[in-house]
């Protein structure tokens, strides 16, 4: 039980840093300039995530096909369950924009979902690799958080919902930490390496589907993948010098 309350622990910080970054937009003017490099430097950390530690340390499995075959089956989720929630908001109806702002709650959530996952299975595997993942989580997650908010204050939603939705993130981190931790737990390596590599691949789905495409409505390019490679390289940093 001490393990699981530790792996908690570790989750609560990109949890706390998603909600600071929805804090932040409720006291700044936000464009979507800002938004788009918020959400750019994001998905830098993302795939820093994914290719600096996530990949590598699956693939040191005996049987690297299982890997590989996980990474596909997370993106192929992802895609279903991204297909599954444009159905039900066409039947919910509501503005362009308004869809749009609900399908990045629900992305950032599946990411959150994620996040936990991550952290529940790397806490089985050693304690300063949960440790790395979840500290690495907490640049990406505040800029998510800034940009989930933000957007939902452009469409007029109330603060108190605002801050409502905000704190609800916190649910599905805890709730994949749970599923990572438990179900995994003394089970062979190969299951919990293959658990990391389907989480990655639902993690690069999500940037590369749902966070770029929004990151790329409005901004300067360039400053744009700036940002992009400085959350690559600010992660790398971390894993090299605190993983």
Not at 83 to 105: D, N, P, S
Not at 148 to 162: D, E, L, S, Y
Request: glycine letters at 14%; hydrophobic letters at 55%.
């Amino acid at each position: 039980m001490e393990g699981y309350l530790t792996a908690l622990a570790l989750a609560a910080l990109p949890a706390l840093g998603n909600f600071a970054g929805g804090l932040l937009s409720e006291f700044f003017n936000v464009t979507q300039r800002t938004l788009s490099f918020a959400l750019h430097a994001a998905a830098g950390i993302i795939l820093g995530v994914i290719s600096v530690e996530l990949i590598p340390e699956s693939l040191r499995a005996a049987t690297p096909w299982v890997i590989i075959l996980a990474f596909a089956a997370g993106g192929g989720f992802f895609i279903a369950l991204d297909a599954a929630l444009g159905v039900v908001q066409k039947r919910i109806g509501g503005t362009a924009g308004g869809a749009g702002a609900w399908a990045i709650f629900f992305g950032v959530a599946v990411d959150l979902f994620s996040d936990g996952v991550i952290i529940g299975t790397a806490s089985t595997i050693e304690f300063n690799l949960g440790l790395l993942l979840a500290l690495a989580q907490v640049p990406a997650d505040i800029p998510e958080g800034f940009a989930t908010i933000a957007n939902f204050k452009g469409q007029g939603v109330a603060r108190g919902k605002r801050l409502l939705l905000g704190a609800l993130f916190a649910v599905p981190i805890l709730l994949g930490t749970t599923v990572g931790y438990w179900g995994v737990r003394g089970q062979p390596e190969i299951y919990k390496l293959a658990l990391l590599a389907f989480t990655a691949g639902i993690l690069l789905t999500v940037a590369i589907e749902e966070m770029i495409p929004e990151a790329h409505k409005e901004g300067d390019a360039r400053l744009a993948t700036t940002c992009l490679i400085g959350g690559f390289a600010l992660f790398a940093l971390l894993s090299v010098y605190f993983g």
